[in-house]
DNA sequence: ATAAGTTGATATTTATAAATATCAACAATT
DNA sequence: AATTGTTGATATTTATAAATATCAACTTAT
């Protein structure tokens, strides 16, 4: 976890290459709402060493652990986000991802709350997932 | 919700008959530690309102919101037990629930702790855990 | 210029989880 | 007695998620 490991540095090819999927394989995963990589003004992505990680865990998740995409996004949906980022009791009354549970924070487009002035993909929340299997640490951290 | 909402009713058969599944599949989702079926002294299951209810909620699971056996697992095993049954700090760091997080509480032979004077097929956290897709809320309330 | 990227759609392949269907040997229920 | 239940093992079927492979039309990078 050095300096850098947040800095996006692969295209595409390259991130497929290094994790042994297929570049549509990766764009899915966006889809699905399971990763959030940096993407440029001209909307090439660059993927970070962390999002390496990231990748790395989703398919230990689904290959070892049998989650399916859907399982694991609603893994993701439970993390306590409003606790991490410190929102308020009105933020969280505007927050749709608090009311819902279906799919992560960070798949939402926000408004009228804390995140609405932040950009996800820079976001603690986000950031400190880097590990899906991490979400039970983080309810317990909340809560002792 | 009435008063025998949780007493233990249907033979497995008739349980499977009423779900439309086969018995086998009734087995396979104890075995998995989704469900924990009364059983008799005779080690014949019986299945209560409660348990219909619960396996119904695992079927809409599986069926229409693709998670996998393994990924209802996952998310049953967030759930903050710790809290819903007040267990002590020392309750905690002798609980496997709580340091590991694979499986649900109930799955666990508990030692040491709360638990291990409960039946956790009487336990609050087993019991209101019906509808497994409540588990967002329960982080909630332990938080709020 | 060439290579690599984008979105969006569609179609196919592949892998495997989920479910069913079997055994056998035995016990409990009605 | 006949039915339904138990455990444990194994084998097969079925459904489908996951992944790949294609298009096309276009843009960006080197």
């Not at 990748?55 to 995409?69: G, P």
């Not at 009311?99 to 976001?123: F, G, Q």
């Not at 400190?128 to 309810?139: G, H, L, P, R, T």
């Amino acid at each position: 976890m050095n300096e850098d490991t947040f800095k996006p540095k692969y295209p595409i090819r390259e991130a497929a290459r290094r994790l042994n999927v297929s570049v549509h394989t990766l764009r899915m995963y966006e889809r699905e709402g399971l990763i959030l990589p940096f993407q440029k003004e001209t909307g090439h992505r660059l993927f970070s060493d962390s999002d390496i990680v990231r990748l790395q865990c989703i398919r230990l998740a689904i290959n070892q652990k049998k989650l399916s995409i859907a399982g694991i996004r609603s893994m993701l949906s439970l993390i306590p986000c409003w606790k991490i980022v410190s929102c308020t009791e009105q933020d969280r009354l505007n927050c749709q991802s608090y009311s819902e549970s279906k799919k992560p924070c960070w798949t939402y487009n926000h408004v009228n709350n804390l995140c609405a002035s932040i950009e996800c993909v820079k976001c603690e929340v986000y950031l400190s997932f880097q590990d899906c299997s991490n979400v039970k640490e983080a309810i317990k951290n909340i809560t002792s």
